[in-house]
């Protein structure tokens, strides 16, 4: 039952090259030369058994960059477009590598479901084949080294997207994250620090980065996740034992499927309630992977690049009301 809870698991890795100096502190011709150096190495032919395509962010629109952001294939600082920026990924974007943010390189690794020993096995596997060719800053004693200091160490964030709209709608996420602190870890909205949870999604990534395995790391947060996932489904099959829960659910549903004009603000939330009608059995005419999939389509930028222009406000609600209204359409 994880799958109703768990929408993506992460690895992320930060490393810097060993002759360089840090993003903050490199010329326009040294970021040039790193991003000449990474592409070189993935995207000439197969790299690791993957085909890797590349992007130099400052060609792209700005609505393209942010619903790069959405699809939580950049950072926000990355979608900036600052010249010398690339964009390595593969095509289904499970993949992905930074080159020149906060650090030379951020390789990244997202995977559908509760795979998260998986994406670190991916994430490994290509972080010591570019180890080999580029040759990363690393202290025997400190660990791989990082413009950041709390990245210092592994360099590694493990993290796992989770809905958890019965833990919130029972107040229940402050303390789980007073009680993940202490754990090393670390609960946040969606997309990662300072963000707001929207339609209930919550991060939970690894903390501590010096002093541990990585793969010590990704079991710490894989055992931490799996009692989430337990209290979550446990918290949801006495929530929904009340027929005012059941209603809400239902109401959300035909208002997906009727309404003409939707804000993204609206339709998160009422996709979050639909998502839990699906999974505890309440709605069986819609499939996860449909509502997961809208979650991502119906962000701002993310409609615009659907639609290839600038919409306003009242544009981008009409359309995600259409979008939604075709998509959770009984086939």
Excluded: W
């Amino acid at each position: 039952m994880s799958d109703a809870v768990i929408i993506s698991s992460r690895i992320r890795l930060a490393r810097n090259l060993k002759d360089y100096p840090f993003p903050n502190r490199m010329s326009d011709s040294q970021r040039e030369e790193i991003s000449e150096k990474v592409k070189s190495v993935m995207c000439q032919g197969d790299f690791c058994g993957y085909k890797f395509m590349a992007v130099n962010m400052e060609d792209l629109s700005e609505f393209d960059r942010v619903s790069m952001v959405e699809r939580h294939l950049i950072s926000p600082d990355f979608a900036s477009g600052e010249k010398g920026r690339l964009l390595i990924t593969t095509e289904n974007e499970e993949i992905s590598v930074m080159v020149g943010e906060e650090d030379h390189i951020r390789l990244q690794v997202i995977l559908p479901t509760f795979e998260i020993e998986k994406a670190y096995e991916i994430a490994n596997k290509l972080d010591t084949e570019l180890h080999k060719a580029l040759c990363f800053a690393f202290d025997k004693r400190l660990g791989y080294l990082t413009q950041c200091p709390t990245n210092l160490g592994t360099g590694m964030r493990a993290s796992v997207m989770m809905h958890l709209p019965a833990l919130k709608e029972s107040r229940t996420v402050s303390r789980i994250s007073a009680n993940l602190s202490k754990l090393g870890l670390v609960i946040r909205g969606a997309y990662g620090e300072d963000t707001e949870s929207e339609g209930a999604m919550y991060q939970i990534s690894n903390q501590v980065t010096l002093g541990i395995s990585e793969k010590a790391a990704v079991q710490n947060l894989k055992s931490i996740t799996e009692q989430l996932v337990n209290s979550e489904l446990k918290t949801r099959e006495n929530m929904l034992k009340s027929f005012e829960y059941q209603d809400k659910i239902g109401r959300s549903y035909g208002i997906l499927i009727t309404a003409r004009l939707i804000s993204h603000k609206e339709a998160i939330k009422l996709l979050s309630n639909l998502r839990m009608g699906i999974c505890e059995g309440l709605i069986d005419s819609v499939d996860l992977e449909t509502v997961d999939s809208l979650m991502l389509k119906i962000q701002p930028a993310s409609l615009m690049r659907h639609k290839g222009t600038r919409l306003t406000p009242e544009e981008r609600d009409r359309v995600r009301a259409e979008i939604i209204r075709e998509e959770l359409r009984p086939k």
